[in-house]
């Protein structure tokens, strides 16, 4: 497959050039090792923990390891090795000035950030990769993250219906852009042993793989809902301290975003309930039993689903861009509901996310409830599967789910 042009390259080429070590997190197959090798600057020596040998050498002789493979380097999967970190500090710090000597890769976002805070905290940019954005698939990377405004391309980009659920029921994986859907089920069934024979078993002593798969089916029924501890350990038969343990598990290794509320009170963000989104929508339609995007389109998930899918390509356009996001969804008292927030500059944007081609008034009448916050309101938006962007008011516009 020829390579398809990603968005973080930018970001990892600026970070280059800042910090002596970076450091591209994310899921396992989401092409970490493919956007390094292809990015600025790629010329230089790569070497994967993957590979025993590798590793043996990595965790025996560390000083000998980065002798072999002296910097500029690209060390993959980092996490089986974390005692080259304190090794490469010291490198670093006998380089003062040097940029860019170590890239590093890893899919267990617990021991690396470990790793960091211990060994190379200030020395070190640290990146998050997600599969393939909308934009990227399209050919057309985002060059900077969303946010609501009244000033859109001129030359409108229609999606169907029909293409926006393919897409969803898909998912983001490099591995499955060109594939067709026969390989889709196989693909997914790998993807998720894998997942819980390496990654989960290398956090966690799991007491049961067949109930840490139900528990993922169980969560992945509940993606754009209010997370629910008490009903995903009853799903599965567990306690709920071990059902908050697990879903620790899917964050971590970032299958799992968990979106908070917004309170103009920070502390209380913190004690209310969020909501939970799956970042790749191909891997919680091959949770939830949805074999073809005609019946995902159809079925009972399709409106989740389509949230899931706008919130997780929102999330990818800051992290790919190399910006940490501030995203909330705001309910009040009386229920009403803004399904996101976005902060920037001291405002909030809102957005609602709705499956239909005719967004109207009634369908933002939630945002008038954000004037109780005090705080300034920008510019909103309703996503949607308008063929064009159309105002709705003077201060609201209808964005087609084709533009993100």
């Known amino acids: 497959m020829p390579y398809i042009k990603r968005t973080i390259e930018s970001s990892i080429a600026q970070a280059s050039r800042f910090f002596p070590v970076v450091m591209l997190t994310g899921p396992r197959q989401v092409g970490k090792t493919t956007v390094f090798k292809n990015g600025e600057g790629s010329e230089r020596t790569c070497v994967s923990l993957d590979t025993l040998e590798n590793r043996e050498l990595a965790l025996n002789d560390p000083a000998l390891f980065l002798q072999r493979f002296a910097p500029p380097v690209l060390i993959d999967e980092i996490q089986y090795a974390p ?26 976002q617990f021991h690396l950030m470990k790793g960091v805070s211990e060994s190379l905290a200030g020395r070190v940019g640290i990146l998050r990769l997600q599969g393939f954005s909308q934009g990227e698939k399209l050919g057309r990377p985002q060059s900077k993250p969303f946010l609501p405004t009244n000033k859109w391309p001129k030359d409108p980009l229609p999606q169907s219906l029909k293409k926006t659920y393919e897409l969803i029921w898909k998912g983001s994986f490099p591995r499955l852009y060109q594939a067709g859907p026969d390989n889709w089920q196989l693909f ?4 998720v042993q894998t997942y819980i024979e390496r990654d989960i078993k290398g956090l966690s002593a799991i007491s049961s793989e067949l109930n840490f798969l139900t528990y993922i089916k169980a969560a992945a029924a509940r993606t754009g809902q209010l997370l629910n501890y008490a009903d995903l350990a009853g799903d599965v038969g567990i306690s709920q301290p071990t059902a908050k343990a697990w879903l620790s598990l899917l964050i971590t290794s970032g299958l799992v975003y968990l979106l908070p509320p917004y309170a103009r009170n920070i502390s209380k963000r913190l004690v209310k309930t969020p909501k939970l989104y799956f970042m790749d929508t191909g891997l919680a339609c091959y949770l939830t039993g949805w074999k073809t995007p005609e019946v995902l389109e159809t079925g009972a998930m399709s409106g989740a689903l389509f949230e899931t899918y706008v919130v997780s390509e929102i999330i990818k356009s800051y992290w790919h861009n190399g910006t940490l996001p501030k995203l909330y969804f705001y309910r009040d008292s009386d229920g009403k509901e803004v399904d996101l927030l976005i902060e920037e500059s001291s405002a909030l944007y809102p957005v609602e996310i709705k499956k239909k081609s005719n967004p109207g008034k009634s369908d933002i009448t939630a945002f008038s409830t954000l004037k109780a916050l005090k705080t300034p309101i920008g510019h909103g938006a309703v996503i949607c599967q308008a063929q064009t962007h159309l105002p709705i008011t003077e201060t609201v516009i209808a964005i087609p789910v084709g533009y993100l």
Request: aromatic share 16%.
């Open 83 to 108: 005692c080259l970190m304190s090794y490469i500090k010291a490198i670093v710090d006998e380089r003062p000035g040097d940029s860019g000597l170590f890239w590093l890769t890893g899919s267990q």
């Open 188 to 191: 997914y069934d790998a993807y």
